[in-house]
């Protein structure tokens, strides 16, 4: 009885190969998506979202745009990540980078505004397209951000809870960014309320399956 010669599949056909351009392009739509959303929180004035109380905070304090501080305060975080042993992926790395020239680049074409419903239904874009944002770039399964990745390694290494060391880790940075004159304000309070359960439902529509 003859045996049937097995197909050989080419590494290259592997799902998570084909899939990698689609991967791509939804990783960096999502970061430069992430970047405006930023922006839009800024330029309502109504309070950032809770890393950004501190990144606004330090701009304000060096003198340098918020984009650089974006950058650079990631780029510090990935050397935290050494000892909690956390690995950096290329979604990390883009992160890291393409939020905070996005950022930038926003900041310098999106004027202030003045009017109050105006600067109101920025948040409300900012909250929803923020949340689209994040689950693009999660759903990717590239690498997490640099503050995801703090999250996530501390409470490997603490062994605490997802909320308590997420919620510990940004009332931290919302303080010392409000101390340092970064804005805290209505739209930072809707945006820690609203962006969990926002990005919850949105993450099935954003997975990548890597395996079927």
């Known amino acids: ?14 799902p998570e190969s084909r899939r990698l351009p689609r991967r791509l392009v939804q990783l960096y739509a999502g970061l430069v998506l992430y970047g405006i ?9 109504l ?37 909690l042993r956390e690995r950096p992926g290329i979604g990390t790395l883009s992160n890291a980078v393409v939020v905070g020239l996005v950022l930038d680049a926003t900041l310098a074409v999106l004027p202030p505004v003045e ?16 949340a689209v944002a994040t689950a693009a770039y999660i759903g990717v399964h590239l690498g997490p951000g640099p503050r995801d990745g703090l999250m996530t390694g501390l409470v490997r290494r603490t062994g605490g809870s997802v909320l308590i060391v997420r919620t510990s880790i940004e009332v931290i940075v919302v303080v010392a960014g409000w101390l340092l004159g970064g804005t805290v304000g ?24 890597l395996y079927r």
Do not use: C, K
């Not at 820690?192 to 399956?209: D, E, K, N, S, Y």
């Open 1 to 14: 009885m003859s045996r049937r010669p097995r197909a050989l599949t080419p590494s290259t056909d592997r």
């Open 115 to 130: 009017s109050l419903p105006l600067r109101v239904l920025f948040v409300l874009a900012g909250v929803l397209l923020n």
């Open 186 to 209: 209505l739209a930072t309070v809707l945006y820690a309320l609203a962006i969990g359960p926002l990005v919850q439902v949105l993450m099935p529509r954003f997975q990548v399956r």
């Open 47 to 83: 309070g950032v979202i809770p890393w950004d109380v501190l990144h606004q905070g330090l701009s304000r304090q060096l003198g340098v745009s918020m984009g650089t501080v974006v950058i650079a305060v990631s780029l510090l975080l990935l050397l935290v990540w050494i000892p």
């Open 37 to 45: 959303t930023m922006a839009l929180f800024v330029r309502a004035e």
